[in-house]
Structures are given as C-alpha cells and as structure tokens.
C-alpha cells in the first residue's frame, strides 16, 4: 500500500494528525514503537480546549475522566484556591486516552503499526524514508510526532544539545472507593506546589479512583530530582493527602523539552514536527497534551495542502509561532531572570496571591485553564 505521510509517533499529537489526514481521505502510515495501551508517564491534565479540539466530548467519554472547578496553589507557606463556575480542567489517565485516540484514526482508516519503533530518517529529492522492525516505508512526507526524543526531530530537526529539558518523576495509583471517600476535600481539585528555590515544582492530582503525585525540575547542576521527590512525599503525608497506610506504586521518571534557549527546527522541506517532539510544553507548567493535539492539527493541515498544492510548511511554522512563541523566554521567566531570588519569591508570591494574575496569568496563560462555555 502507498503512503501520503509517515506519522512517527501514536500519542495524542500524532494520533491526532493522522486521524485529520484519514477524514480528509489520504493514506497516513502510524508507527509507534509501543504496543497500546501502553503505560506513559503523565499527571493527564487536560484542559477543555484541548478536549474541544480533539473533538472529544468530556460527556461522552467512555472512560476515566474528571472535572475540575477549581485549583489549588501553594508556595513559600501560603495556599490559594481558585474556583470557576464551569469546569476549568479535566484529569484522564493517559494509558486510555492515548489508546482511545489511535483506535479513532485506525477506526477512520488509519495504517496503525504498534510495536515498530524507528531507527532511521532520512530525506531527498524524491521523499522521506522510514526504517523500523516492520520494514522500510517511504512516503512523500513525515510527521514527527515522537515525544522530545522522536528520530524525526534527532534526524531533521536540528535538535541541539543546549536544549533545555525538564525532568520529571510520577506515581499514580489507583485506590478503592473507601480510600478516595476517605481523602474528603483533598480528591476535589488538583493542587501545584512551587518549590522555595523556583527552580522545581509538584503536584498532586486526583482523577476517577487514580492519584498521581510527581515533582520535575530544569536538568542541570541543583535539580536533584530523587530529594525534592522525597520531599513532596513527605510533605503529602504529613498534611494527610497520602496517609500513613497507603502504599503508592514506585516513582518512574520521564523528560520534555521547552522552547527555551534552543527551539528545534518546527518543518522543512518534507518533514513537520508537532507536540513534545517541537517542545513545545507550555512553558513553566509542562502541559504539553492541548498543544500536542492542536499542533496535530495544523500539522495535518500543512500536509493536506502540500499534498494537494504543493504549499510548503511555511505557514505551520508561522502558525505554531504565532500561538506559542518563538521559543523565547516567557514574561514571566523574563521577569524572574532579572530580580534575586529572593526578591522573585516576593515576586512570585504576589502572583499566586493575586485573584487576577493567578486567574488570567498563571492559569489562564501558563496552563491553559479557562472554563467552559454552558
């Protein structure tokens, strides 16, 4: 069978694309090196924008899901909490969400091939060349769609290796139903803990009968993820939301990349990156599933026209840049970078215990909350 497009990559970016370019009556080929459902490290934050644009239906959905109406913050002592009238955010277990996703693109036509993780990139004149376990493909295009290490981005994207990268460590946990009843106000709204040195952050995050609690940090000299994991542990149980009792599954690591300091090359000639694999994660809070479906969707968009009229990848890229960034330092960051710490503990503390910039600024720009329309 011949291919439009190579899609490297089966999470929600990908998945995304392809099933966009499947609707739009092409031929996508998916490679995913894992076999679905496939167990991915993710707290599984997802705001309704993304929902809205995967055209999922949080009503609808036919699997763990939780809505959210309000978030809580804490940092250097002091808590806040922030309601909406609507939900502002949802909790889903990626291990779902993700497989739900590539059964829809298989389901609209999709060439879904799990297991056959890539080993090999190249381009010319004539198109893209794919080698995995399942063979060589070609096809005229390529997405990358492969998280922050995905071989399209390391063969074509001129990753460099003064990215930034952010390093995380979750546990998620599912409990019994007296266990969830037991935890009261704690299992109402995820909250975000912002670490004294700014420089990490946590959180805990109930969604259905599943808790996940994880800590990440910038890699580089100071990060010592395993202590600031020990230390959310700690505090957790000593303020009750992980009680004594309760064992928790083992912490597993994972990694993204930020548009700081060294943004990827986002498209060329036959290739366009999308999701983790352009890093681009919001800056700050690390939620990457919203821009992973939309750039999905421009992605798919891109290829269509390519396709059909020969456009280039242009427009993608001014499309990302326009709704992400040039991979600038943010305001905020700006900002921090410019004051002592301990002035930017005063700073940040302002923020958080302002209605108005912990609403607009930090939850509204930074995560990407924003409540539901009715």
């Not at 059909?308 to 840049?321: H, K, L, N, P, W």
Request: net charge positive; aromatic share 8%.
């Amino acid at each position: 069978m011949a291919h439009d497009v190579i899609v490297v990559g089966g999470g929600p970016g990908g998945s995304t694309a392809a099933w966009r370019l499947a609707r739009a009556g092409l031929r996508p080929l998916l490679l995913d090196a894992a076999v679905f459902p496939r167990v991915k490290i993710c707290a599984g934050w997802v705001t309704p924008e993304a929902l809205a644009d995967a055209q999922v239906d949080p009503q609808k959905y036919p699997l763990t899901i939780q809505a959210f109406s309000a978030c809580r913050f804490e940092f250097d002592g002091a808590r806040t909490e922030t309601r909406w009238r609507r939900p502002a955010s949802y909790g889903i277990l990626r291990r779902e969400f993700d497989h739900y996703l590539l059964d829809r693109a298989r389901a609209a036509g999709v060439d879904v091939r799990e297991g056959a993780r890539v080993t090999e990139v190249t381009q010319d004149a004539a198109g893209v060349r794919v080698v995995s376990p399942h063979g060589t493909f070609t096809a005229p295009l390529v997405i990358g769609a492969g998280g922050h290490r995905c071989p399209v981005a390391q063969a074509l994207g001129q990753v460099s290796e003064q990215e930034e990268v952010v390093i995380a460590q979750e546990s998620e946990t599912r409990l019994t139903q007296e266990r969830v009843e037991s935890l009261g106000k704690w299992w109402e709204a995820p909250e975000l803990y912002v670490e004294p040195d700014l420089k990490g952050y946590g959180w805990y995050f109930p969604k259905g009968d599943v808790l996940n609690v994880g800590v990440g940090c910038v890699s580089g000299p100071g990060a010592d993820l395993p202590r600031r994991r020990d230390a959310l542990v700690s505090a957790l149980r000593a303020a009750g939301r992980l009680p004594a009792d309760l064992t928790i599954e083992p912490f597993r690591g994972h990694a993204y990349v930020v548009r700081r300091r060294a943004p990827r090359k986002l498209a060329g000639d036959r290739f366009c990156l999308v999701g983790d694999a352009a890093g681009l994660a919001r800056d700050l809070s690390g939620e990457g599933i919203g821009p992973a479906i939309k750039s999905g969707i421009l992605a798919a968009e891109a290829v269509e026209a390519r396709l059909r009229t020969g456009a280039g990848f242009d427009a993608y890229t001014a499309a990302i840049v326009r709704r992400y960034g040039t991979g600038e330092t943010g305001w905020l960051g700006r900002q921090l970078a410019r004051i002592p710490d301990s002035w930017a503990r005063v700073f940040v503390r302002a923020i958080l215990n302002t209605e108005a910039t912990r609403r607009h600024v930090v939850f509204g720009r930074i995560f990407g909350m924003r409540e539901v329309a009715s």
